[in-house]
């Protein structure tokens, strides 16, 4: 492997003066577009979750025409609309201390110390806001019998923060943030294009002007002309082949800006969630979570022996038959602090460890069991199907087993990305007017993510960032003629993107699109998973390019380049996920320490946790792309902490 | 298990479409029935052949995307759960199974088994949302509102936009999905200022879509996999009466 190429540092433009102030000040300097010229600016907007539908109704209230693209069939069907648990915010309505403050600590630590303050803080800061907003759009979140707002806690916080509506949160804010979009469907100012899939970022002298888009429908390749485009088209786990993430979800978007100029930040840091329901087959095609919640009453445990276990994946012993002093409930046993509670990443590789000492418990041995028996004896099967019901029955539905009767089995499964698009303080990428939103995006959550705070995280940059940042930018701009396509860039991208599906049409080869992706996310999932060494991930450096090779010589798309062809869409993506996955590999690689969700096996305390280097890796790793996938440029923006000490997180 | 697919094909929305039969080997309990279909297409273009289309995404029963008339019920045997959720263990060995998409006027076949479901979104932007602009809210707990109502609200609200209510009533009504995004703002006081003008308009577009009228068979309750109760359809006809009287324009 060639060395890696270090380019020029970067800044993420932070405003000066005390944390605090500073969102407030950066508000009181920057350019406005005077309300009657805002009319005259198209902005593009990619992705219609909640960053996407978020920002797209708030600038058409502004006054700008908004152009919003989703790839579903309706835009209330992105991927927002499957998060479970509820939303952070610092209201303090329980008057358990909670502040901006802490809630700004809590992230930046939760984080493992590689986030950008600046931004945490004003994360914090208008998490308040959100709760008002879409408490006034009629978002039904749960309540006391007084009529106000409940909370729960959610890992992570000592304090209760988290609101929530069922287990159907990120349903419900979706549809509140839909909701006001159509409204302004409904006035003119937003026109929806759904079935459409974006390609290409146009670049006009150095500023995006454009994208270019599939319509899944009809399979023409369409341009579209505007200000500035956002991107709010959610993250890469499907990478890895089987994840939490919508079948849909995918990298192709952000993956074509990259291409384009905008750096890449922290591809590494993926989350792998706890409790997931284990992969029961070859041809499984998506992973189900069930809530980060389970884990206050259920207990995890695996045999204490590898002969126990053996007997169990047998059938020959049934999980009941197995007595108390032959179960290790390990993370109580490790952890006796935390117990079951510690955070994500945590219970992720614990669990990944057993198992590889062959003490997994279902056929695959891929699976540990979160045991409800003692809650039940301790609360009574009614207070235990009060909390967690709708889940038990998820679980039912997909599993066929009763969990009130035998101990749930569960694994890890990737289910975010925190790394994404690197942006500075404004959303903006690398080129000028390419603003990134949402998961998308790569600044608040670090190393490691919270739960409860992505919801949060995507209607802030939608709501309450990009309505001010945006218009900065805009005010430095003179608007363009929204229909006019006739710049030579659209056509060439036009060309490019025909000559590119062509070409995979054309290779009529042996080996499905399904297949490539699944040994892709086969080799992600062994060598950059839940735990990476430098001996795997050169492997998957070596092996990922020759498997991009074999799949533009020999993947098979059926059917026709026109018209709906769901293997076309998807050999796109799995196109880009191949290129996207060697970028993690070295990013992965690059990352000599181990922090939140990137666990680096030669990098551990004694103990065997996480073990961070912040003199070498207290940076942001935003990668340019060189016009060869295996030789990007690595350009450092240094992360400075001048408001939280830095510390060993520890969960003992 | 050994399986008999009897699926609908239609290679464009112009084209006339009609039942193919695929025999299935192999297919286990634990595998979803999309997953089946998976297996099924990945041996269709093994051997050459055009696989078959079907809509979906989250996979977990909450985006709406999937819907499949499964031996002529909508979302397939298995009580409150969409099609993406139903197991291989609700069929056995030996089983024909026939697949249809959603048939209703309103919802027109793009490929195969995946309908245009676009009027839902047009009856959405007449009224289902509460008008306020970014940034104009108080205080979210100045507005205290009672837990039953909320709770009543949100029932309404888990609505997740399938089709199946439409695609399971004789009438292709979509008052099912309809009225629970008006029911859950008549739970709640936000909802007040703009009730009766949302109830008339969304209405008004469900008739234009091409939508047929409500009699009250009661299919789509049973066939809703979030269990939306057709009282919300009381509950509408209740609003709309109220505001057709109050603005002078009620038809009958």
Redesign the interface.
Known sequence: MSEIKIGDAIQGHIPDGEIAKKWDNYKANIGVVNPANKRKYTVLVIGTGLAGASAASSLAELGYNVKAFCIQDSPRRAHSIAAQGGINAAKNYQNDGDSTWRLFYDTVKGGDYRSREANVHRLAQVSVNIIDQCVAQGVPFARDYGGLLANRSFGGALVSRTFYARGQTGQQLLLGAYGAMMRQAELGKVSIFTHREMLDVIVVDGHAKGVTIRNLKTGEIESYAGDAVLLCSGGYGNVYFLSTNAMNSNATAAWRCHKKGAYFANPCFTQIHPTCIPVSGEYQSKLTLMSESLRNDGRVWVPKTKETAEKLRKGEIRPRDIAEADRDYYLERRYPTFGNLVPRDVASRNAKYVCDEGRGVNESGLAVFLDFADAINRLGRDAVEDRYGNLFEMYERITGENPYETPMQIFPAVHYTMGGLWVDYDLQTTIPGLFALGEANFSDHGANRLGASALMQGLADGYFVVPYTLGDYLAKQKPVNASDTSHPAFKTSVDEIKAQMEKLMAVNGDKTVLEFHRELGLKMWDYVGMSRTAEGLQKALAEIPKLREEFWNNVRIPGEGDGWNKNLEMAMRVADFLELGELMALDAFNRNESCGGHFREEYQTPEGEAQRNDDEYSYVAAWEYSGNPSEPVLHKEALQFDNVKLTQRSYK | MNLTLKIWRQP?PQSKGSMETYPIAGV?????F???L??LN?Q???S????V?F???????????CGLVINGVAHGP?KL?ATC?L?M?EFKDGDTITIEPWRADAFPV??DL?V???A??RI???G??????????????E?????ED??Q??DA??C??CGACVASCPNASASLFTSAKIS??TY?P??NPERERRVLKMVQQMDEEGFGNCSNHGECEAACPKGISIKNIAIMRREYVKAALKSGTLLV
């Open positions: 464009s286990t309990e634990h595998m979803s999309l997953e089946m998976d297996v990945e269709l273009i093994k050459g052949q055009v696989p289309e809509d979906y995404d989250c996979r977990e029963g909450i985006c709406g995307t298995k759960t959720q197991h263990r793009i490929k995946v245009d479901r676009s839902f979104d959405v932007s007449k289902g949302y509460i008008s306020i602009n970014t940034g104009n809210a108080r205080d979210a707990n507005l205290p509102i009672g837990k909320a709770d609200s949100f609200a888990t997740i936009g859950q703002y709640l936000q909802g």
